[in-house]
């Protein structure tokens, strides 16, 4: 039985209570949550989430997502979507870098993965002060899907030169599952 799913994305100020009202709107209709991110950034709540559900509990949950929305101060968008086909001759690989913040730094690291036709699956950036000197710095956590065909050796000697030339501390290791 193919399972049918909904993308549900969600932006407001932040609030204490914010999960616990999505979650009950989800659970209601009898959908439920397959994966999800949720964080706060800046002032404002954000989530992204897949939810799960018979057809006519989607339509339902799509149905009382606008004033849900509304009361809750949550603007919300929602898409039916399929499941994802399965990473044929993909290998998952984990990427981190940590540099001194500066501007740019994503859309090099992005640029040099679509140049070469690796899909960013899932990316994750933040600052901090550095300890002792307080320096502002950046880290980018990503999960890339790398082709069995790819050279990898080529890929991370290609890679560590690019963050060198940029002075970014990286690595570029198979994901653990």
Known sequence: ?????????????????????????????????????M?????????VMLVEGRWNELAKLEAGLPSAGRRLGLAVQAR??????????????SVEVV???HPGIV?????????REINIRDLTTSTYAAAHTGTPM????????VSAALHI???????????????LDAIIEPLRQ
């Open 1 to 37: 039985m193919q399972k049918n799913f909904l993308v549900i994305s969600a932006l407001g100020e932040d609030r204490p209570g914010l999960v616990n009202e999505l979650s009950q709107l989800i659970s209601e209709t009898g959908c439920s949550i397959e994966d999800s991110r």
């Open 39 to 47: 964080t706060v950034l800046g002032g404002d709540f954000a989530i």
């Open 80 to 93: 039916r979507t399929h499941p994802g086909a399965p990473a044929a001759n993909l290998l998952p690989y």
């Open 99 to 101: 540099s001194v913040d």
């Open 107 to 115: 859309h090099q690291l992005a640029n040099f993965f679509a140049s």
């Open 138 to 145: 950046f880290q980018v956590q990503m999960t890339i899907d």
């Open 153 to 167: 050796a080529r890929l991370r000697e290609e890679f560590m030169d690019l963050c060198d030339q940029l002075n």
